[in-house]
């Protein structure tokens, strides 16, 4: 009986250790894999350049799904699809999985203009905070705004506006969500409050 315990711990410690190694070997990956994107996102995401948006703490499922489109061709890039055509979905996945367990970081921000500041906390609450919750830091469903820097904010939005990227080609957003951020975007534009908005985000610490 005694022998019988001893081999069951014995088997037991043996089969934890390989499943912790398998972890460890798991995350050794998805780092190598993410060490791409480094130098542009920044160490573990977190990014000092003014046009590459922070993408640790992202969420998995989003961050994924746009890695995918940028491979795809699905979303406009200028080196983002180039860069993703080397990976397959699961490899994107690991990706994705590891900037998502990493804390969002952000960079020292810029003052900004205090009136208008407030002007865009006021227009994020009436047309805004239905998708992009908690003053944008929020990150259930969409990226996270809060904290990200003006110009890549203001890229971004100049691409919706454009036509260059639409609501529509977003596979997790319902029509209703989708009706929703195209009155909010339009509404927006017709105050006048996309610069406000703007620097109201990129305020967030």
């Known amino acids: 009986m005694r022998k019988s315990l001893t081999y069951a711990l014995a088997a037991g410690a043996l089969f934890g250790l390989m499943g912790t190694t398998a972890a460890h070997a798991s995350d050794a990956e998805a780092s190598m894999l993410a060490n791409t994107c480094n130098g542009c996102h920044g160490p573990d995401g977190t990014s000092f350049g003014p046009a590459s948006p922070t993408i640790a703490g992202m969420n998995k499922l989003y961050l994924a799904e746009a890695l995918k489109s940028y491979r795809d061709g699905k979303r406009p890039s200028t080196i983002m699809g180039r860069i993703m055509k080397g990976y397959d979905d699961a490899e994107i996945e690991k990706i994705a999985g590891h ?17 208008m500041i407030a002007q865009g906390e006021k227009l994020t609450k009436d047309l805004c905070e239905g998708c992009h919750e908690k003053d944008g830091y929020a990150n259930q469903d969409y990226p996270v705004l809060a904290g990200q820097m003006m110009p890549y904010l203001s890229n971004n939005l100049a691409d919706f506006e454009s036509g260059m990227r639409s609501i529509d080609d977003n596979p997790n957003m319902s029509d209703k969500e ?12 017709e105050k006048g409050g996309v610069e406000a908005v703007l620097q109201f985000y990129a305020s967030r610490k």
Not at 99 to 115: L, Q, Y
């Open 178 to 189: 989708k009706r929703k951020k195209k009155r909010a975007l339009s509404d927006l534009k």
């Open 99 to 115: 900037f998502a367990s990493k804390p969002f970081g952000r960079v020292a921000t810029t003052g900004g203009d205090a009136a």
